[in-house]
């Protein structure tokens, strides 16, 4: 008899979701949801009839995480729509600005991850907040990982968190030939830094897949599945780094192949909670008797690409793009590791290349004529794509389909076969970002495919 | 406390010709900001460069000599200063920026400092603050009015500006001098000026002004622990000859009555606002 059991809300990862899980007699997860419970917000309603200029710094907020991809994202579909091409030396700030926000987002993440680990060798779960050693050490390169992302974010984007150099059209603002060389410099230390940050993070995830056994944060230990976390959806990702978009000779995404469907169609109907754990970690589960109705509840439409969930984020760009094959929720999370040295190497690549003289802004703007564009920036977590139509300068149809929003169903997959003890872990290995997840729901009863609609 | 906190008050002018060519008084901003400059102490500062019309200036971050000596000379009117004090740490890559301004600019400063609403990474970054003394500013139509039809003098022809002894001066590049009394120029003030109790810029590291001093000597005074660093070792680089302040004439006792003035006339303003409508009054910043 599977029994139905609750968590909610989960913790250690942006936003506000749950988790309904439904488990046999060993506690095993047969079916799993993980839904978002974040108010919606509706970016995409509200930007219809403001100007190109001002709804991607509204998506800016969508995430204060992310802001860059969401942005860059923003404007770049606008660009794509009235097919604005940029000046070389606008791209390569924006291409810092992603490395920047790309480091800064995954050191944050180590935070989130390592209460759930051990230290190597140990029984002993990673306090971050631990003012002892060798923790100690990590959190203050963790902190100093994100400073340097974060400043750098500052000066070549005028703003860490919403970032207020983009324009349409490239940047506002080119940098002095000193922020050129504290970029380097900053991208120089960060370098010798992200890399023993990622050997530490990949020696500690392994030691975690390794154990037998394992549990959430200080909790109780459960035994493990030897194929935890997989599932069997694809991968997507446009580009190991930056973005495509419609404006490119060679477009890497296509509208053609994605469609939407309601949370109605993908997750389960009403459950009554029927196991709960006075125990879990931080705060019990949700109390047998209480009811739960995913359909219902969930704040996400189920973007789709060729008719399936597919995965987005480092391990779909390592997949695709640097044929890495590592399955499960650690090979995500080592994949995420892999990343480090390439934000900073990028970075410094970027800034080499950049003339701090060079103009900054096309010198053409057009107004627009309601054509489709679309963006699709390789944000921390996968692939963040921005569809707009702009005509006249302002904004007549946008949509955003957000990387923790492909993620949710295929992480939902990803939980069967798994003790529903570690459901979490499974979850933040996806580094899940709600608030970004959580925009307006394109309703498709028919399950047309929308980008039909689109193009018209 | 008219004349605000201070360790030190004395007269002053700096030793580098180049730059009293140019300069209003003793050439006291430019030389601080040249010194410090070269020395590291800042690695960039915001001024009131030149701007797209004669006398109106345009803030610039100075990260050269060069730069700071076309930003020389007093220009009455408005040059938004504070806009740059965000974007010096950014896009500038600034990490120890000075700035001039009058009373005003040096409270936004500061205030910046203390409560960073919006002004991320800007509190820790400030090197060298130099007020400037400030009895009043007019907008950009107000200068030209005064200018062009008081005294009858088309503003590209200026070279040169001053307020002092209760008269309003312009000096023209084939060496006319017209004069006009101040009364004349007042209802060309910018309101905003009406209300404000700041003459010699109390919130600076150190202020500096005409007032006090001889021609072509500045007073200054010294105010904070930065301050008093930076120009001690200015003085011992040999950047500035010096007068003690009670030795000059007319000295510190207009420098107050002129303060004592302003703040007096500007607080009866204030207190006015107070009921100004029949049953009610103007917002008051102060309280």
Known sequence: MSKVVEVSPTTRHEGHTKLVLKVNDEGIIERGDWLSITPVRGIEKLAIGKSMHQAPKISSRVCGICPVAHTLAGIEAMEGSIGCEIPDDAYLLRVILQCANRLHSHALHNILTLPDMYLPGTDTHINPFSAEEPVRSVALRIQRLREIGQTVGEIAGGEPIHPSNPRIGGMYKNISPRAKAKIYDLAKEGAVLAREQMDFMITVLKDWENRPTASVASGYEVEKNEKFGFHDQGYMAVDPLYASTNLDADPKWYPERWTEVRPWDWYMGEQEITLDDPNYPNHATTPAGAKAWPQMEACTAVPMYDGAPIEVGPRARLAIFRNYDKKGAMGLQIARQMEYPDCLYSMMEAVDALDTSGSVVADEIPQGDGSLGWAANEAPRGTDVHLAKVKDGRVQWYSLLVPTTWNFPVCSRALEGAPWQLAEVIVRAYDPCVSCATHMMVVDEEKKVVAQKLVQ | MVLGNYKTALSARSTDADILKCSQDGGVVTQLFA????????????????????????????????????????????????????????????????????????????????????????????????????????????????????????????????????????????????????????????????????YVANLSDISTGSVGSPDGWSTVFVRTKKGDDIWSKAITAGCFETKDIASVKPGLDLVTKLATGKIDKNKKTLEERATFGVGKGLRNPYI
């Open chain 2, 35 to 198: 010194y410090a400059l070269e020395e590291g102490i800042i690695d960039g500062a915001i001024v009131a460069g030149p701007g797209d019309e004669p006398f109106k200036p345009e803030p610039v971050v100075a990260m050269s000599k060069e730069e700071l000596l076309a930003a020389r000379g007093t220009r009455y009117t408005i040059s938004p200063n504070m806009k740059l004090i965000k974007e010096a740490t950014r896009s500038y890559g600034l990490d120890k920026v000075g700035i001039v301004g009058t009373p005003c600019q040096m409270q936004a400063l500061r205030k910046a400092q203390l409560y960073p609403m919006g002004m991320r990474s800007v509190p820790d970054k400030i090197a060298l603050a130099i007020g400037i003394f400030c009895m009043e500013n007019f907008p950009y139509q107000g200068l030209e009015t005064i200018v062009e039809d008081h005294c009858n003098v088309k503003m590209e022809s200026a070279v040169k500006m001053d307020i002092g002894k209760g008269k309003f001066t312009v000096y023209t590049e084939r060496g006319a001098v017209s004069q006009i009394p101040l009364k004349e120029t007042h209802k060309y003030e910018q309101p905003g000026c009406h209300v404000c109790l700041d």
